[in-house]
């Protein structure tokens, strides 16, 4: 068994609690997260898995207070320290960012500015600090060295077009942990990389994460790379989180059936080549309309009649592992 | 005679102007694809693997005549395609078809389904009526209901089952299918692969399947063939290839592929560094930068391709 600090309960860092969100549009509000429930615990990698559309973007960006302008938060809220970052102004917001909450982006080239130097920009990202050019660009180097670039001395004069992908997102990295923040939310930081790039990346992010003891959500659709990274995994389906635990519980035992059928329909899970590949029949509700029970209920192969009326809440399955499903409702097996 | 035979196929890109190249003394181009040889028989399908910059695409378009390839023969159905005429590539673009890799992106926003499924149909003067895009909907298991949306209106594996029908319109004797799966959700890409794999069944069409995506290869190739800066590192039947690669970069490649559970406890083979620029390849083998087993005489000497039954590979020392 490798290390765990799965026994001890961890402090948490940043708890989202009944995070409801809308997004305006011209045929009514879409409901894009419905009560929400989520604890990221202090120096632990959170991963947050589901399908486009399912809302893990829209609950990272809501973290780090970057939503578009037609979306308004509607109810709960995301405790911080104090600070609920649901309802903060635009200017407690920017003291917030760059210094305790960081964000890596998808495409390491639309994140980076084209038409400046990557140490410029490093610098540029070091403007609270009163010290001076010299140490700012000194310390720009060292975190180049620390996310394994070669010869950083010499990268802090090339523009983002000349690195290659790897390079861009290594860079993305370095900028993000600079002002080594409590809280790193990466979206999607591998999606753009090819294979072997990708690994790398997720053994950098584990070794820095372990380095500088930040809490980390981590958003994915690629369950492979989140079983190799994560501890503790939130799985989301239509603006919900239906299952939580930590990522043992959840690849070992996954107690939703949205969960069990999306590792059924991961290629990588299937060991014998064939030729007939599992699917998910039906597509995800229209978020505009709910559904009033479970929002799964049309794809799933375990619904009963229960599930079409009542909305099932996250019943307990193990210590720390729980699910949005009516079939967790121990009242219901003694019955 | 196979349906598709390809041999030495090299493919170059300007890399500066003819005049600055003569006056610099460098080379005026460089070859993206270096000595590319395979087969595809009809029926069957063949999966081009490797990373971006390998030159997969590359192929894929000068299969089609998007490209020109700079020597080497490509024999389509045992015509010579390298060398065809404008009159030529009108009848051979039926008989190849290209599914290109952005799913919605590749579908004209201001048409209908039904005008988009038809179109290779009109382009190339044959009956393309309502009956033809409902057969073509019914095809690739679409509604006819769907044959009034716009793309906009389709999810992604939707819209992907649009290019097929788009792709089978003119009954092709090839498909070639550029990362069919890419940019869709997990639980749609099996439905295209097996759509793909139905497709193939119904009407004999052979596929050549371009993509990094190794689980993908796994359940929908017959053979594989694993490129590395423009060559070919591996090619063989591909339960074969998974079960014992002979080339230590097809064994990172399946190794970089992480299993969906954090006790798999497999040693994973971490690559270090980046694929080298095919503009300045690496003397000998052009693995020994980042290979794991490179010994003294790989960066000497350039390896051969070595014939083993179905399969090859190009490595000194394979595993």
């Given at each position: 068994m490798p290390e765990t600090n799965e026994t001890a309960q961890p402090e948490t860092l940043v708890s989202v609690r009944d995070l409801s969100l809308d997004f305006d549009t011209l045929s009514g509000p879409l409901h894009a997260l419905r009560n929400v429930t989520l604890a990221l615990p202090k120096g632990r990698i959170t991963g947050l898995v589901g399908e486009s559309g399912c809302g893990k973007s829209t609950l990272a960006y809501s973290l780090i207070g970057l939503l578009p302008g037609n979306a308004s938060i509607v109810g709960g809220e995301i405790a911080m320290d104090g600070l609920d970052l649901a309802h903060l102004r635009a200017s407690e917001w920017r003291k917030l960012r760059g210094t305790r909450i960081a964000m890596i982006f998808q495409d390491p080239m639309t994140s980076l500015n084209p038409v400046t130097t990557v140490g410029q920009q490093m610098l540029d990202i070091q403007y609270r600090d009163r010290s001076s050019r010299a140490e700012k660009r000194a310390k720009a180097v060292e975190f180049l060295e620390q996310v394994q670039i070669p010869d950083p001395e010499s990268k802090l004069d090339v523009y983002p077009h000349q690195l290659s992908g790897g390079m861009r997102q290594r860079v993305c990295i370095a900028m993000a942990l600079l002002t080594q923040p409590d809280l790193l939310i990466a979206d999607e930081p591998t999606t753009a990389l090819d294979a072997t790039l990708e690994m790398q990346i997720v053994d950098l992010l584990k070794e820095l994460q372990g380095k500088f003891g930040c809490s980390v959500l981590f958003v994915s659709h690629h369950l492979g790379t989140v079983a190799e990274l994560c501890d503790d995994v939130a799985v989301m389906y239509a603006g919900e989180v239906v299952e939580r635990g930590t990522a043992r519980q959840i690849f070992h035992d996954p107690a939703h059936p949205y969960t069990q059928a999306l590792f059924e329909c991961d290629p990588g899970r299937i060991r014998e080549a064939t030729r007939e590949l599992p699917t998910i029949p039906g597509t995800l509700p229209d978020l505009r309309r709910p559904p009033r029970g479970c929002a799964f209920r049309a794809r799933c192969p375990h619904a009963w009649p229960r599930c079409a009326d009542e909305h099932p809440p996250?019943?307990?399955?193990d210590e720390g592992h729980d699910a949005r499903?009516?079939?967790?409702d121990e009242t219901e097996a003694v019955a | 005679m196979s349906l598709l035979e390809v041999e030495d196929l090299r493919i170059r890109y300007p890399r500066m102007g003819r005049l600055r190249a003569a006056l610099k003394g460098e080379p005026h181009g460089f070859e993206a694809v270096a000595g590319v040889s395979f087969e595809i028989e009809a029926g069957q399908t063949l999966g081009l693997v490797g990373e971006s910059g390998s030159g997969k695409s590359t192929i894929a378009r000068t299969l089609l005549g998007l490209k020109e390839a700079a020597s080497g023969s490509i024999r389509f159905d045992g015509q010579e395609i390298t060398s065809a005429s404008a009159r030529d590539w009108a009848r051979l673009r039926r008989e190849m078809s290209m599914m290109w890799q952005d799913p919605v992106g590749s579908l004209s926003p201001r048409l209908k389904v039904s005008s988009l499924v038809t179109e290779p149909l009109r382009i190339h003067g044959q009956k393309a009526g309502r009956d033809e895009a409902t057969r073509l909907l019914g095809l690739v298991g679409l509604p006819a209901e769907f044959a009034g949306r716009y793309p906009h209106q389709l999810s992604g594996g939707q819209a992907r089952r649009v290019g097929v029908a788009r792709a089978l319109a003119l009954d092709p004797k090839l498909l070639v299918a550029d990362?069919?799966?890419?940019?869709?959700?997990m639980s749609v890409q099996g439905e295209v692969l097996n759509l793909l794999n139905e497709v193939q069944k119904r009407t004999g069409v052979a596929i050549l399947v371009i993509t990094h995506n190794l689980n993908l290869v796994r359940h929908i190739t017959d053979r594989m063939a694993i490129m590395y800066l423009g060559r070919f590192v591996e090619q063989g039947p591909t339960e074969q290839v998974f079960g014992h690669p002979r080339h230590p970069y097809t064994e990172a490649l399946l190794s970089a592929n992480p299993e969906p559970d954090p006790d798999s406890g497999r040693a994973r083979i971490r690559l270090s560094g980046e694929v080298p620029s095919p503009v300045n390849r690496p003397s000998g083998c052009d693995f020994h930068p980042r290979c794991p087993h490179a010994q003294s005489d790989c960066p000497r000497i350039v390896p051969d391709w070595t014939v083993e039954g179905e399969r090859g590979y190009r490595c000194l020392h394979p595993l």
């Open positions: 996250l019943y307990l399955r499903c009516h079939l967790l | 990362e069919p799966t890419a940019g869709l959700d």
